[in-house]
């Protein structure tokens, strides 16, 4: 049995982690490093500690011990796929939640997971070590040690080859720690199409249906749903059994995604497998009724899976839209500042996962992902509308984000008609452009915030007025 | 009843509004219509007889609005002079937009750059952006080098 | 099509319908009395117009007409099973979102609609217009028109039965405008059982499954939850079917609860029928992912259902939390006051439709309902450790509320082991005291708060200390 | 560093602390213990190493405390006198809890009563309650009369 554990890391999944955690009556240490001190991911733990950074296995090992924490939850990012973490875990014996450390060496070199799969019967992308054939061109320049779209560069012709795979190589080491790279055949108009598994130390795994996350800007996800508009129920039944066997070709413990590759003739290939909890597992559980927190610790006592594949139903549809500190009619750079206000969408069907709140400061430390919004609601269409009004209703203050673009995303005609590959920002220039024109209301509105002098009568009567302050709409 | 006009420059335009205003009760002037306006809650005013939500931030002479769901930036000119922040556009300063590191400079002095050329990249939060020219011209200074961590708003290049 | 809806209604409820009015691409005005000048249920609609009593059926009709509404949605409460404001609806060309008047005047006379339930062949419960035989007592005084436990007395000798008959018929002629009575045979406990009801205008009819309200203060629902622990799948069935047949007998209309009583021996009896949006709805829209707010315009519109029985499926267990200004201890007395610490709890499974926000008054014009809490978890013991969890959380300050009384009944052995029924307050005398000593801490953290001078310079540094301002654990 | 001592009365006993403060850092000292206290974050402190939600409210010497999920109240005392608070309590004052209209007066003026019987019958939110005798005594006066709408804390009836 679990009693305490560690959470090595920071923002919305350790506020995710910690609220199942402490449902399960489980104490629950956040860690922090300086830039995070005020963070309100450490309101939501019993005890907090400071560590020196949240990418040292050793320390994160020492602090989970000196704590007396017998389990240590990685969220996703930092050492959530690093196979020194889980084996320091292991020679500590501290429970790490998550694969052994053997699965996450194996899964994390793209080369050798590919293999594995192949040897599987799994359909995988072709790909090259050196330079490739003159006609497989565009090729992709991956990281052999990473994911999340770091490292990560189209090529579209020889002539380019050297300098992307430099750069790339760069990014990757930085990034990874790795800078090795490789080669990949470029399926053109492809849709990103990943499946949730599970898996327990009894031989039983386990696929918890589909995600689609085929919006996609600088090779990162920022719009997920399920089920996917892609998937006929016989080729739901095809890949979700390819993931199963993926699962078992490498007796996966815990919560894991195997991602696909979907190219417009319906033909599916493995692309890697994250061996974590997800960014977008919220979409899953809002269609399943799965707690993924839950069943990871379960797994990790040693537990059985506690559904079988045909208990499982997904109802209604859900979205999710990551909630970034960028700009993205500057091409995505990041922004920083303090969240001066920050008011919510909220309602039936809406969750929000936040790792920031008013007054939070959003420095150039860490990821810029500031929450996770996501809808969940009968059918896609009414799945749609509603991000479209909690969107539309979010109030996110002093910090640039991309809370309009994603509204404009979310309301193309291709989107609602389920028209979906990773090249669909590139083909929808028109989510770029903030052309529309200023209302007069909003002139008016801003012109009453002008006070003429500190006394003005009308600042005493309506206090919130000018700050926002504590005033909420429910 | 205190009356007051506030000067607006929005996208290029001049806007002059004038407020008549009483304990959350007044008349906006506008572009020779009259509206009537109510705040009824904090964040929550009614204009012409229909609600809306809206938040106002202010920052010296610059003013961002929320409003229905979008954010809009105005700025404001001060009475009988022009504006700081409208005489700063397309000049040939490059900055850094944000903290980071310098990763590589791609131009030297004395060359010539196209519009959104890129000049300098920068490293931000794990990940590589590039800043670009903000107008075609000749590159007259170069203020970083490679390796170095800047300062939001740091000059880092001029143009001419 | 319906395009505009004026909500008849306030509170939670009215912020809840307009949500989903919105998300539909539906107008919304919102209506208010003079108290509730500044409730938010007003900042959630397109409009807001000024009206002199939520329970004038011409003014609502009159003002929709003036504000070019096409429907009225007329809530829970108030106007909503009132066949005066449907009438009128239909006289004047307005859509009634609810059952066609004759449906309201048959259901809502709690003896016309036992007789529609026995000839359908629906079993009730025994009763008398006059005095019972002594054999047959305790017996219930009921309102012929009344709903929510306003106008019921438990009567456990015939000594007691004028007394309670008078005390009964003042309090419903003030609620319902209605002063009959009728005595009704008391089953010893017995558990409240429900199920939701979907009929459109062209002779379909499901049922949505049920929900239990066994745990009742004065005759009033508190705590609700879905599925029941009392029912096995061929009881479900049968009582399901029985909940059906009840619509069709009266071609009912829109969305609708059909209660019944189950005893001890798994009997089970017609009660009544809500023709509404029920307030303890959003337990079956988390576990089955409708929106019933949506089936309701959809079918008032004259669309078909959207779902055949077949179609539905629950997953996970859901409990609902009536958060109410009152105090449990003495009396279960409403309380009055301003929200000043309003920070309700969040993350996944959680859902909260409140009808106030920080800085709201509470007066004694309106029924105490302040908000209702809503979890749901893929099982009955991580629900209830989810809401245990979340009203843990829950921060409500300035109204004295039931949140820590609803702490102590969702954190009884019985609630736990789902040993329900409408008597389970008066079995467990413990969730009423509060005898708990206060831990050091909290005298701590007060003193820390008597600042000494207004000067003080830790105020500067933390603002929010004291007043609890605008900080929000996320 | 400031220093400042508190007296609380809490369930019939008196706690004192003493706060020594500067800048959200110092020590609580109380009943022979000396406690080390950071305040994190607004209403978020850490006592004794451990982190802590608590919410304040102050209303004159009267002290409502959230923590854990539990609501306290705690009367404060000043410096050498007796709190007002603390000599309200097991009069024979009967008032209105809550604003709403007086439906039925259960006794007459000279009836003896007992501890926690019914004495007034109010309606207030659309529901009746009853005002309750908080101890045995003689009903000496009756300020109040059916149908009459009342404040809270208005006085409706005297027992001795």
């Known amino acids: 049995m679990i009693r305490k554990v ?14 199942t955690l402490r ?112 006609a497989e061109y565009p090729v992709l320049v991956k990281a052999v040690g990473g994911g999340g779209g770091k490292g990560m ?27 090795r790279v490789f080669l990949e055949k470029y399926i053109r108009q492809p849709r990103h199409i990943e499946f949730q598994i599970l898996g327990d130390s009894h031989g039983n795994y386990i696929h918890v249906f589909e995600r689609e996350c ?45 991602e696909f590759i979907l190219d417009p003739a319906g033909d599916f290939y493995f692309l890697e497998m994250n061996t974590r909890i997800q960014v977008e597992h919220p979409v899953t559980e809002m269609t399943t009724g799965l707690d993924f927190i839950r069943e990871q610790v379960r797994i990790a006592e040693g537990g059985k899976l506690s559904y079988r594949q045909s208990d499982l139903h997904q109802i209604g549809h859900s979205i999710e839209c990551r909630i970034y500190a960028e700009v993205p ?7 920083t500042g303090t969240v001066e206000t920050f008011e919510p969408p909220a309602g039936p069907g809406i969750r929000l996962d936040s790792g920031v709140a008013q007054g939070s400061v959003v420095s150039y430390h860490f990821d810029p992902i500031l929450a996770k919004l996501i809808v969940s609601a009968p ?49 929808h220039p028109q989510v770029f452009s903030t052309s529309e024109t200023i209302p007069i209301e909003a002139i008016l509105a801003a012109s009453l915030s002008i006070t003429p002098h500190p006394a003005d009568s009308s600042r005493a009567t309506f206090p919130g007025v000018w700050t926002s302050g504590s005033w909420r709409n429910s | 009843m205190t009356s007051r006009e506030i000067h607006w420059t929005i996208a290029g335009q001049d806007v002059t509004v004038r407020v008549e205003e ?78 980071g590191k310098v990763l590589r400079i791609d131009v030297r002095a ?15 939060m794990k990940m590589e952006s590039a800043l670009r020219a903000p107008k075609a011209g000749r590159v007259t200074a170069i203020r970083c080098e490679p390796g170095q961590i800047v300062e939001m708003g740091e000059l880092l290049m001029l143009i001419e």
Chains 1, 3 share one sequence.
């Open chain 1, 23 to 134: 449902e399960m009556g489980i104490q629950t240490a956040a860690v922090f490093t300086e830039p995070d001190e005020h963070s309100p991911h450490l309101r939501a733990a019993d005890e907090i500690q400071r560590i020196h950074s949240y990418l040292d296995s050793q320390e994160i090992v020492r602090t989970a011990k000196e704590c007396s924490a017998d389990a240590i939850h990685p969220g996703y990012g930092f050492l959530s796929e690093s196979p020194t973490l889980a084996a320091a875990c292991e020679q500590a014996g501290v429970i790490f939640i998550g694969p052994e450390s053997d699965t996450l060496r194996t899964m994390g070199d793209k080369l050798e997971s590919k293999g594995v799969m192949q040897k599987a019967g799994i359909p995988t992308v072709p790909s090259w070590h050196g330079s490739p054939p003159a």
């Open chain 2, 22 to 99: 009483s304990k959350g009760h007044g008349t906006f002037h506008v572009a020779g219509r009259s509206l009537p306006f109510r705040l009824l809650q904090p964040n929550w005013i009614e204009i012409d007889g229909k609600p809306h939500r809206f938040y106002v931030r202010r920052s010296g002479n610059e003013c961002t609005v929320w409003f229905n769901g979008q954010t809009y930036h105005l700025v404001r000119i001060e009475k009988g002079g022009l504006t700081k922040a409208a005489s700063i556009t397309a000049s040939g300063k490059i900055t850094a937009l944000m903290p």
């Open chain 1, 379 to 427: 059918s896609r269409e009414a799945a749609i509308e509603r991000m479209k009004r909690a969107l539309r209703d979010f109030v996110l203050l002093g910090v640039r984000n991309n809370i309009e673009f994603l509204y404009r995303v979310i309301s193309t005609e291709d989107f609602a008609a389920g028209k979906l590959d990773t090249g669909f920002l590139d083909r």
């Open chain 2, 110 to 124: 004395g060359d010539t750059v196209e519009e959104k050329q890129p000049l300098v990249i920068m490293e931000s």
């Open chain 1, 329 to 335: 009619e500057e091409e995505f750079r990041p922004a």
């Open chain 1, 153 to 179: 560069r189209l090529v579209e012709t020889a002539a380019n080859l050297a300098d992307a795979m430099a750069s790339a190589s760069r990014e990757a080491a930085s990034a990874f720690g790795d800078e």
């Open chain 1, 6 to 19: 560690l959470i090595a890391n920071r923002g919305e999944i350790a506020i995710r982690i910690s609220l």
């Open chain 1, 214 to 258: 085929s919006i996609q800007r600088r090779h990162q996800k920022i719009i997920e749903e399920t089920p996917s508009t892609a998937l006929t129920p016989d080729l739901r039944a095809r890949m979700g059994a390819a993931a199963v066997a993926a699962a078992k070709a490498v007796s996966y413990r815990g919560a894991g995604t195997v």
